[in-house]
Every structure is written in structure tokens, then in C-alpha cells.
């Protein structure tokens, strides 16, 4: 990483609140070069606190365009940080409105030529495509990272119309620890207290309101800019990472806007900005990438930044299975549109007599992490535990012959005979070495009750078979002379995905049933990157510590109950301490367990701790919250709590118990 000090032009930094049509003030933080001429806003918008959660990532970007010409500016969703008003649903109309007013508030400002841009990844990449889509006028241009435009099938809630057990729950629990975290009153002043519990009192946990939309209903088509995609007026850079689970909407995007205003990216990366430099890499000068996307858009540069071909992205070479990998090998290929002339569909038919699958409950234990964030225990291990509690069909790549390189999202045709009404398919594409080892490649899912449509319910027929279609997603990947190419079928993936009540499993029907790759053919591809580069670090201190961290991902089973628990340690951040004085602490830890014979089983559960400490002035507060999940047969059974402190007294305590019926899920 090369750590950027001098840049065409000196900046300056303020943090102002930005007033909104109701009268409240959004709280950002603004650099700017100095000049006496007006230059483009670039807004990122977000809710995870500019003053302390994110400002190390901050530092990292906003210093750095406000250096090249730009006024680089960071806000809090209302709600949330130092920003007044009450906090919502994620993506709600009323942020989404609020984005709209910012835009058009930066773009009336003096220092500002009226022209707007927008950037984020994961939900500022969401929001930045929902607002592209409302179209104010100033918004020219954005950049989109580890983002969706399908809210329903392509988020942390739902996968191929199954609940999303893994981070349904995880993200909610973070959420709900996130959502009670109070204002800071070194930037707000006397007031923070008030405004906390102002905030307390309409907290509602996030997972009452997912879990009550089982279908693509009008709730998930709302900020699914798939729903139309002409909407979108600004530019679009999408951007993803072949370990990020939104990296589809990178093909999607290019495939669906004109191709005179957008480009897609996909690498080896996890859910990160491609400069970070945290595993998988290799990493890429992203933001000197994003400056040329800037520079053509919002200044009318002369460039070639739409020259470049319509996707560019990573295909790795085949590699032995490992949870972390600091670089992937492999190559960068271009496409000059998409579907791209250089793929063509390959179907491979299966072979062999029906066979019964009915995976144990703990099939997809070794899954990985949803969210690979770059730590040492994100990615799948070796995938033969799991290969052997489904049926598997090998084929070939020949010892004399060619590699097969495929790019985009297999495509799985089953022939299947179901025994119970309701029940779900995983299918894992898997590269397997001549010595046995199993790299899972990718991955999709199928609910029964929608193969006929993410929107409706539709039981399967008892008896009956049926050909249950399921796409893949997405990847870029070589499978070399002398491997194998595996397609993995199961009836579980605990915990990514909650099982059925009834988990009868199914009759697979091979002769019926096939594979289809998209095959790459050869090219020479002359793609290049600069080397990454950052403006100066924040100066954020992590405290030593005497004690041994706990595991990532530990996998306990009780061998006389049938019982397996994972416990996961996400790794958020722990404790560090700001220039400013403020010392930040948060731990987390999840749990997901279930009985290998019984689907009724599965529970998971979260707790929170979260402490913000100023000793210069005393104040000291802290967030605990815990969060559970649980089933029967007809219902989710939800259980939250948070207890917020000042000073070691309890200001705040509240749970909440619910029943939610279970109807697709």
C-alpha cells in the first residue's frame, strides 16, 4: 500500500449539518481542496457513524478525492450517529428522500459545480443505486461497491427464496446493537442523552419485519432497482468480489443499463474496497480507478475510462481448499459486453440410477462465513465433509485436454420426487484435485415453494416429479487438466439456510438432470491497475491485550444428543481508541445450533456488547443486547433484548417476544 502525503491541491475539513426539508439536520463531515473554485461533491451516506465506527475507512478515501478536486462528503442516516431524527427500516422512502435532499443541497452550495456523485459499499453502494434511481438532477455518476439490486433474493435475508439463517439473524442482532448506540456529546453537545432515548423508544428489532415477508412482496420490490432499471439516469461503476455474496448484481447491471453509462468490476475480493489489501487479493489502485470514473463524468475529462471494456473481472486458477488466502492465483480477463460472445453454455448430463438425498441437519457447517470480511476463518475449508452428505456427480477434465474456464453463473436442471410438501435443493459446484481435496467454486439454492417464482408460495406435489431449475452464483474460475468438476446436491445447508419442517429430503432422478457452465473461451486480455494507494491513516490506537482471542468459527458436537453448535466471533473490531479521546469497545458473539436428525431444532443466538468511553469527561455508556431464533413447525419464534447504561446505570431495558408464521419459510 502507498500511502499518498502530497496531492495537487491542499484540504480542509468541517463537519456541518446538513438541514433536511422537516427541518432536521443530518450530521457530515466535509474535505475540500482549496480553491476559489467550485468543484463536484462526491457523498457517501450511510448509518454507521462517521465519527468513530468508520471514520478509519474514511480517512482512507475522503482525504484523498477532496485532494484531487473534490469536496468529498461523509453523513449519518438519520438516526443514527450524531444525526438527529428517529432511525427506520433500512433503505425506508424516508432515507432514501433524505439522500435525494442531500444531493440537491450539495449541489447548491457555493464551493459546488452542481454536479453530484455517489459511492459506497454495501449499504452505501444500496443506497447509492436507490438514489440513482429516484434521479435528481445533480446526480451524474456513482460508484457502486458489494451492493444489490434486488433486495429480496440477493441480500442478507432470503437466497433462492429460503430463509437466510446465517445472517437473517446476524445482521439483525448487529443491527439492533447498532441502531441503540448513542450520539456523541463531544459533537452534539448536552443534548446526546435526549436524543438517545428518543431513538430508544421506537427501536424495533429488524427481524420481526424481515421474517414477515417470506415472498418478493411490494416490501423487497421497494429499492430493488432490478424492478426497473431504465430509472437509473447516473453513470454506474458497479463493483464486486467473487467472495462477496452480491457479486451478481455486477453482472446484472452491465447486462441492463446502456452500455454508454456503466461499467462492472469483479475480483478476487471479499466484502472490502479493492484497495484495502485484506485477503483475498490481489488488491488494485481503486481509487485511482474511481478518480478517471470522477474525472470524465462530473468534469467532462476527456478520458478513455469508457473505453474500457464493459466488464472486467478475475478468474482464478484452480487452488487447494483454505479459509484464507492473502492472493488468489489467477488472471484478469476483459468482456465487451454481457452475456459476453466469449462464453458459450457447455451441459453436462448426469448419470446413474434415482437416488435418495437427505442430508443431516448439519450439512453447511463447513459453509464458510456469508460475509467474508478477510479474516482467517471466512471461506470454506476443504469441502469432503460436506460432499459426503450429498449426492455427488464428478466429470472429468481430461489429463491431454484444455482447462475449462467458466465465467458467470452455472445453471442446475434437477429432476426431483419429493415426499413432503415443503423442502429446499443446495447445489455446490466444487473443484476437485487428482489427491481428493474438494475447493467449493460456488454455490445456489432453491426453495421448493418457489419454483414457480421468488413471489408467490406454491407447495410441491407429494409424489410427483418435478424439474426444479436453480442458477448458481456467479463466478469466475479455471478447473485444470487431470481435476474434476463436482456438482454437490444436499437437502440441508445449516446454518446459511433454515430449514424446512419438514426436511424429508428428496429422489434425485439423474437422467433427468444436468449442469450447465458457461465456458470461457481463450483470450488475451490486457487489463491493468495501478498499484493501491490511501491518503494518511486516521491514527487509531488497538490496545495491547494479554488474552488469547477466541476462535473465528469453532464447531463443537455432542455426540450423544446428535447436536452440533457453531460459534462464530465476527471480528467487528474490538476495542481502539480515536485522536479524539473516545475509547470504543465492541464484542460480539454467534451461535448456531441444531439436532442432526431434527430440523425443529435449529436456534440461533447473538449477544452484543458495545461500551463508548471519554475518561476526559467522564461519560461512559454502554449497549447490550441479545438476540434468538427459534422454530416449530408452524411459526419463528423471536426473542430480543437491550439493556443501555450510563455510568453503570441502566437507562433503558426492553425485550420483545414474538411468534411469526412460517409460510414460505
Known sequence: MRIRTEFPYETTREDVRIPLPDGTRLYARIWRPVTDDPVPALLEYLPYRLTDWTAPRDWQRHPWYAGHGYASVRVDVRGHGNSEGLPGDEYDPVELA??????????????????????????????????????????????????????????????????????MHAWAAAMLAFVCRPPDPRYVGEEWREMWLRRLEVVDPLIHTWLAHQTRDDY??????????????AAVLAVGGWHDPYRDTVLRLVEHLPQDRVRGIIGPWSHQYPDRELPPGPAIGFLQETLRWWDHHLKGADNDVMAEPLLRSWISESHPPATVYEELPGRWVADPAWPSPNITPVTYAFQGEPVVVDSPQQTGLDAG???????????????????????????????????IEILGRPRV???????????????????????????????????????????????????ETESFVLELNGIGHTFPPGHRVRLAVSSAYWPWIWPQPDAAGFTLAPAASSLTLPVRR???????????????????????????PRPER????????????????????????????????????????????????????????????????????????????????????????????????????????????????
Open 98 to 167: 433524505d439522500g435525494v435532499a442531500v444531493v440537491n443541497w450539495l449541489a447548491e452550495q457555493p464551493w459546488c459545480t452542481g454536479k453530484v456523485g455517489m459511492f459506497g459499499i454495501s449499504w452505501g453502494g444500496f443506497n447509492s443505486l436507490q438514489i440513482a434511481a429516484l434521479a435528481p438532477r445533480p446526480l451524474k455518476a456513482i460508484v457502486t461497491v458489494c451492493s444489490t439490486d434486488d433486495r429480496y433474493d440477493n441480500d442478507v435475508h432470503y437466497m433462492g427464496g429460503s430463509v437466510l439463517a446465517v445472517d
Open 220 to 233: 423487497w420490490r421497494h429499492g430493488s432497482v432490478c424492478e426497473d432499471y431504465g430509472a437509473i439516469e
Open 369 to 403: 462465513r456469508f460475509f467474508p470480511f478477510g479474516n482467517d476463518a471466512d471461506l470454506p475449508p476443504d469441502q469432503r465433509d460436506e460432499d459426503a452428505h450429498s449426492a455427488c456427480f464428478d466429470f472429468a477434465v481430461p489429463e491431454d485436454g484444455a482447462p
Open 413 to 463: 436442471s434437477l429432476s426431483l420426487t419429493t415426499p413432503a410438501p415443503t423442502g429446499q435443493v443446495i447445489a455446490r459446484l466444487c473443484d476437485i484435485a487428482p489427491d481428493g481435496s474438494s475447493t467449493l467454486v460456488t454455490r445456489g439454492v432453491l426453495n421448493f415453494s418457489a419454483r414457480y417464482g421468488r413471489d408467490r408460495a406454491v407447495e410441491a406435489q407429494i409424489g
Open 522 to 548: 481463450p483470450t488475451t486480455d490486457a487489463v491493468e491497475w495501478q498499484d493501491p494507494e490511501q491518503s494518511g491513516p486516521l491514527g487509531v490506537v488497538i490496545p495491547a491485550t494479554l488474552e488469547d
Open 554 to 665: 469453532l464447531v463443537v458436537r455432542d455426540v450423544a444428543r446428535g447436536e452440533w453448535t457453531l460459534e462464530v466471533d465476527p471480528r467487528y473490531g474490538g476495542t481502539r481508541v480515536y485522536p479524539d479521546g473516545l475509547e470504543f469497545t465492541e464484542d460480539a458473539v454467534e451461535t448456531y445450533t441444531i439436532t442432526e436428525d431434527d430440523p425443529l431444532s435449529a436456534r440461533t443466538h447473538s449477544t452484543w456488547s458495545i461500551r463508548l468511553h471519554r475518561p476526559e469527561s467522564a461519560w461512559d455508556v454502554t449497549v447490550d443486547s441479545r438476540s434468538e431464533i427459534s422454530c416449530d413447525a408452524d411459526a419463528f419464534i423471536t426473542s430480543n433484548e437491550v439493556v443501555c447504561k450510563e455510568g453503570g446505570e441502566v437507562l433503558f431495558h426492553r425485550t420483545w417476544e414474538k411468534r411469526i408464521p412460517r409460510t414460505a419459510g
